[in-house]
């Protein structure tokens, strides 16, 4: 099992920018998580979705839309991109709500 | 919202030193769980704790819960070089969101 796929790995936007970043999961789980992460700030949730056709804000939404395809993947997008976006992104997902969380490799964004 | 807080930021020991890491939830959580992150790498999950008061051991890891389940703490006896990372709390929130501390990260000397 390949478990949380994200793609793509690195990227380099532009300001103004547009792009999505992709993640999928191979472990029927239904909730799945966006998070970023900068140096000192942790690890914050951007978006969380409780099953399929649902999604919730979560501590820093501002400046990205997601869209819970299926219950498989579970796209970011950032509408245009802004320096103050470039970060490490990492997806996960767990089972359930009491349940830990598995994540993926992570995509490191430069927006310049 | 809810926060979770984490002390400290960084910590440097020698190896064979202890270690501890403090986690502290402006609200009361129904569980918490302990992440590491190796430099580089991408979370792992370590272990949730459910029950107030509860404590878990692995290996040299200890992991405690507030009995007013808002704390929990990670100690770390005699320190390896296979320890560094970045050691992660998460709560959740009643709505399902996992929301994690800022992290600790340990740094240790051979």
């Known amino acids: 099992n390949a478990g949380v796929t994200q793609t793509p790995k690195f990227q380099v936007l532009k300001t103004g920018q547009s792009m999505t970043l992709q993640c999928a999961q191979d472990?029927?789980?239904?909730?799945m998580y966006w998070y970023r992460q900068d140096p000192g700030m942790g690890l914050r949730l951007i978006y969380y979705s409780a099953s399929e056709g649902t999604t919730d804000k979560g501590e820093v939404p501002n400046g990205y839309n997601v869209s819970r395809l299926n219950k498989r993947e579970f796209s970011l997008r950032l509408e245009s991109a802004a320096p103050s976006q470039t970060s490490v992104y990492f997806c996960a997902s767990s089972e359930g709500r009491a349940l830990e969380a598995f994540f993926g490799q992570g995509t490191r964004l430069t927006v310049v | 919202g809810q926060q979770v807080m984490q002390i400290p930021q960084y910590q440097h020991v020698q190896e064979g030193e202890d270690f501890t890491t403090y986690c502290n939830s402006s609200?009361?959580?129904?569980?918490i769980q302990w992440y590491k992150q190796r430099p580089g790498g991408h979370p792992v999950f370590l272990i949730q704790l459910v029950k107030s008061g509860e404590v878990k051991k692995q290996k040299r890891l200890t992991f405690q819960f507030g009995e007013a389940k808002k704390n929990s703490s990670l100690h770390i006896t005699a320190t390896q070089t296979t320890d560094v990372g970045t050691y992660f709390c998460?709560?959740?929130?009643?709505?399902?969101?996992?929301?994690f501390g800022q992290g600790t990260t340990l740094q240790v000397k051979p």
């Open positions: 609200t009361t959580l129904s569980n």
């Open positions: 998460a709560g959740r929130s009643n709505t399902g969101k996992l929301i």
């Open positions: 472990m029927n789980h239904n909730s």
